[in-house]
């Protein structure tokens, strides 16, 4: 395990692969016990890899804005990690962020990860903060110097660059989805003993698969091979194309990996040369002079492109089915990618009996809570819980909590809450228009009020498994 000091206030945890879980948590323990003794409440773990429950019992809070190890995260997910250290550092003179990684695979195991947020808060720094600051910005630099080195994969460098892009205005946002039409591989990797290989690709947007191609059989004299989707594919926001090579009927390994966003193309043709290219940057079995086009146009592909020779196996194959991020994702990190938020969870209690189901408390911001009571939770349990929450609400908070009860009204609520504003509906509808506009002015307006007022949304589930209303 290391910690290191980023600068004065940041901090970098960082735990290779290989540890067992039972060393983790240990040293995880001895690091919350030294920075509760230094720091007291004023730290904040910012979680860039898996949901790890260890993180949210030893430490109060924990900001989740985890993502794959050697994937670039989301645009949008890095933009708000550096918007959280910033405002979280900023908020009070005395307050330290704590970035912490676990790593996956690799000799640099987790450090990628911090290596790639460090990188875009320096450019948010030299934006956004101000000229004092520049000290901090100095040993940003000197930490990623001595400690990161460089970003071992290609897309993690193109994210940075496109933060920066944007932070300086230098890439113009292109809001509109491309329609993808052909995938063009230049080269071809010589993966089967014979040469050439036997490949397909898989198309994710927001970390969520939604194409995969059949398997081409790729010539060892191959200079193109198009791969084209059945109908266009409309594809917006945050994109990874993955190809693999399927050496049996149940073995694959990746030929490349590329991510980019679509905020930033602007062009008909996307080329990556093999530098540009994750895995295969490195991978001497792919051609020197090789890369990949990605053609948003019909008409683009050049005459040779268009003729090349296509050997194509559309019967399904095993290998083409897995999810190689399907089991990060069902630890309960964003999925969809669609403007995924940081999920702050800062003392999350619950209450679990045998035949009955669990209460969750969690912040949804530093003011902002949400209190869930899942179906099937009996009166009596239900009260007992109610009444815990206000003594602990009441304890921390006195008077400045409000309850926005979103659910059925319920004479518990308004008997132990001082303060309960009454917004419920159905659960599986909709708000109606004005009350839903009402609910957003009314948290607002509660919280602007006076600084250390905060907002409790409060859902009593009626059936399903989730908490609709929130």
Request: charged share 20%; proline share 6%; with cysteine.
């Amino acid at each position: 395990m290391e910690l290191n000091f980023v600068t004065q206030r940041v901090m970098a945890l960082c735990f290779p692969p290989g540890v067992d879980a039972a060393t983790y948590r240990e040293n995880l323990r001895e690091v919350a016990q030294m920075l509760q003794t230094k720091h007291g409440d004023s730290y904040m773990i910012f979680n860039l890899s898996e949901r790890r429950p260890e993180l949210s019992e030893l430490h109060r809070q924990v900001a989740e804005y985890g993502w794959p190890e050697t994937l670039a995260p989301p645009l949008d997910k890095l933009c708000s990690i550096c918007k959280a250290i910033d405002s979280w550092t900023a908020a009070q003179p005395h307050n330290v962020a704590v970035l912490h990684s676990r790593g996956d695979s690799g000799d640099r195991g987790g450090w990628d990860r911090i290596g790639v947020v460090v990188s875009a808060y320096i450019h948010y720094s030299n934006i956004c903060r101000s000229p004092e600051q520049a000290l901090d910005r100095f040993a940003m630099k000197k930490f990623f110097d001595d400690k990161i080195r460089h970003l071992d994969h290609p897309s993690q460098k193109r994210y940075v660059n496109y933060f920066a892009g944007l932070l300086s205005g230098l890439i113009q946002i292109n809001s509109s989805p491309l329609g993808l039409h052909h995938l063009v591989l230049v080269g071809s990797p010589q993966l089967r003993p014979a040469g050439g290989c036997r490949i397909f690709v898989r198309v994710y947007q927001g970390m969520v698969p939604v194409w995969t191609s059949a398997v081409y059989s790729v010539d060892d004299r191959a200079k193109y091979t198009v791969i084209s989707p059945e109908m266009v594919l409309q594809l917006r926001g945050d994109i990874l194309i993955k190809c693999y090579h399927c050496e049996s009927a149940t073995t694959r390994q990746v030929v490349f990996r590329v991510q980019f966003h679509t905020c930033a193309v602007s062009d008909p043709v996307l080329s990556f040369p093999r530098q540009d290219l994750d895995d295969a940057c490195d991978d001497m079995r792919f051609p020197m002079d090789g890369g990949v086009e990605l053609h948003f146009s019909a008409s683009s592909l050049g005459q040779d492109q268009a003729a090349a020779p296509l050997r194509v196996d559309r019967a399904p194959d095993p290998v083409q089915r897995w999810n190689s991020y399907e089991a990060f994702y069902a630890g309960g990190a964003d999925q969809t990618g669609a403007l995924p938020q940081g999920r702050l969870v800062a003392g999350r209690r619950s209450r679990e009996r045998p035949g009955q189901t669990s209460m969750e408390l969690n912040f949804v911001t530093q003011r902002v809570m949400a209190l869930c009571f899942p179906p099937g939770v009996d009166a009596a349990t239900y009260r007992e819980n109610l009444r815990e929450v206000a003594q602990m609400l009441q304890t921390k908070h006195g008077d400045s909590y409000m309850i926005f009860n979103l659910s059925e009204r319920r004479p518990e609520l308004s008997e132990l809450h001082r303060q309960v504003a009454e917004y419920g509906w159905p659960e599986t509808l909709a708000p109606p228009l004005d009350k839903l506009c009402s609910i957003c002015k009314a948290i607002d307006s509660w919280t602007a009020a006076q600084p250390h007022n905060v907002a409790v949304l409060h859902s009593r589930g009626d059936s399903g498994d989730r908490c609709l209303r929130h």
